[in-house]
């Protein structure tokens, strides 16, 4: 049971390149959520999806591409890299048998564009 | 909205002095109310949780008790060592009003010196 993973752990990009960056999970959660960690801030949700083939905007979607085809995988795309998405980006999960709603993270990717 | 208040750090400590990060929060509903740990180049981890008023959370030494009249959830540790060096989060859940996403505080660095 590997919980969540993430990957690249590590990424530059160019300003203008697309990448994806890649979020599994195996606990058959069906909430999955992304969101970004710039340097001494909180978290700040990206999407989030409740559900196979089911996505919605969180607080900063803009310049990010989010999909669900699975239960396990929900991908986060970024189409023109510029500078300000330079952040380290965490992606969660959680269930929804959950009375709580605890949410499990991955260890996140940090990203660079330059 | 909803909404999470912690105390701005750093804060530095010595080892096994007092511990208190303070949060407040504001919501719609009846809240679940978190504390995450996230150690240097980590991901989050869930350190406590509280579901109702007055449940007190704990692990690891740390507690939190879920004040509902002065809508608080203050992280408290009568000890510190060196190895409770990380960054805290408080953060809410309100799932029962139908909001999946979890709403976090800024972020607490603590510093625990030998």
């Known amino acids: 049971n590997a919980g969540v993973t993430q990957t690249p752990k590590f990424r530059i990009l160019k300003i203008g390149q697309s990448m994806t960056l890649q979020c599994t999970q195996d606990m058959n959660h069906n909430y999955m959520y992304w969101y970004r960690q710039d340097p001494g801030m909180g978290l700040k949700l990206i999407y989030y999806?409740?559900?196979?083939?089911?996505?919605d905007k969180g607080e900063v979607p803009n310049g990010y591409n989010v999909s669900r085809s699975t239960t396990e995988d929900f991908p986060l795309r970024l189409e023109l890299a510029a500078p300000s998405q330079t952040s380290v980006y965490f992606c969660?999960?959680?269930?929804?048998?959950?009375?709580?709603?605890?949410?499990?993270f991955g260890p996140g990717t940090r990203l660079t564009v330059l | 909205g909803d909404s999470v208040t912690q105390m701005e750090g750093p804060v530095t400590l010595s080892e096994e002095a007092f511990l208190t990060i303070n949060c407040t929060y504001t919501a719609t509903g009846y809240p679940s109310l978190f504390w995450y740990v996230q150690y240097p180049g980590e991901g989050l981890q869930l350190l406590l949780k509280a579901t109702k008023a007055d449940d007190k959370g704990s692990n690891k030494g740390f507690e939190a008790t879920y004040r509902k009249e002065t809508t608080s959830f203050h992280l408290e540790k009568g000890s510190v060592q060196v190895s409770d060096s990380a960054v805290y989060f408080c953060?809410?859940?309100?799932?029962?009003?139908?909001?999946?996403?979890?709403?976090f505080g800024k972020g607490t660095r603590l510093s625990v010196i030998a």
């Open positions: 999806s409740v559900g196979a083939g089911i996505t």
């Open positions: 953060a809410l859940s309100d799932f029962n009003s139908g909001n999946t996403p979890l709403v």
């Open positions: 969660a999960s959680s269930s929804r048998a959950s009375a709580d709603n605890e949410q499990f």
